[in-house]
């Protein structure tokens, strides 16, 4: 129940195209869904987060779109550029826990 | 800002020495700092999480003799691989919270290599 599933596993876009990641979970209980950007050998840095109040939300070419009632969330890169390509992790955790569930990550490769 | 400094980058060392790796909340306090181990081109895994004051909490499976984690201010936790091996090579990466604020943010690594 406190696993979070990613997928897909890795993905190739053209560029400018729009890539699509999806992650899915069972706890109920957590209510603040963050997505991380992670490059070869460095840590993994905040892109857009959301909570379960809202079911979208944009923030430049990244937009998360929330299901509350499937339990998944999606990550959509919009006119996607090569320098995107890079491992993004979901995650999930509840309110005072701080204690991230990290999905098992996306490869991307966006193709010049 | 939160901005979090994660020092070496990069070690190596001989079996059965110690390794100290530092984590610094540069521009906010950190009440709370978790260490994560990460395996090429895996998920991260939580080894412990970090209170200041406080003994840390460590996972399940997790050595807490091998990983000894110390978090003497809310602004530096540190993570001391012991009597390092080669099967302790990995990815080792610190993350820290602002007080109230749910977000994380992330250290940038170190890569420890064990010879």
């Known amino acids: 129940q406190q696993q979070v599933k990613q997928s897909p596993q890795s993905l190739i876009v053209q560029k400018g195209g729009i890539s699509i990641i999806n992650c899915a979970y069972e706890?109920?209980?957590?209510?603040?869904f963050p997505w991380y950007q992670q490059f070869p050998g460095k840590g993994p840095a905040l892109l857009i987060a959301?909570?379960?109040?809202?079911s979208e939300k944009k923030e430049g070419r990244f937009t998360i779109s929330f299901n509350k009632s499937a339990k998944q969330f999606s990550l959509h890169i919009m006119d996607s550029q090569p320098g995107d390509s890079a491992t993004y992790f979901c995650?999930?955790?509840?309110?005072?826990?701080?204690?991230?569930?990290f999905g098992t990550g996306t490869r991307l490769k966006v193709l010049a | 800002g939160a901005v979090v400094s994660q020092h070496p980058s990069r070690v190596i060392c001989k079996s059965g020495t110690s390794v100290k790796i530092e984590c610094r909340s540069l521009?906010?306090?950190?009440?709370?700092m978790f260490w994560y181990r990460q395996f090429p081109k895996q998920s991260l895994m939580l080894m412990a999480t970090?209170?200041?004051?406080?003994?840390?909490?460590?996972e399940q499976g997790v050595e807490k003799d091998k990983f000894l984690i110390n978090h003497a201010s809310l602004t530096l936790s540190t993570l001391t691989v012991t009597s390092a091996h080669p099967e302790d090579s990995s990815f080792y990466i610190c993350?820290?919270?602002?007080?109230?604020?749910?977000?994380?943010?992330f250290g940038s690594g170190t890569r420890l290599t064990v010879v």
């Open positions: 993350s820290a919270v602002k007080g109230g604020d749910y977000g994380y943010t």
């Open positions: 706890n109920t209980a957590f209510d603040y």
């Open positions: 959301i909570r379960p109040d809202v």
């Open positions: 995650a999930a955790t509840t309110s005072g826990t701080y204690k991230y569930i």
């Open positions: 521009d906010f306090q950190a009440t709370t």
């Open positions: 970090s209170n200041e004051g406080s003994k840390a909490t460590y």
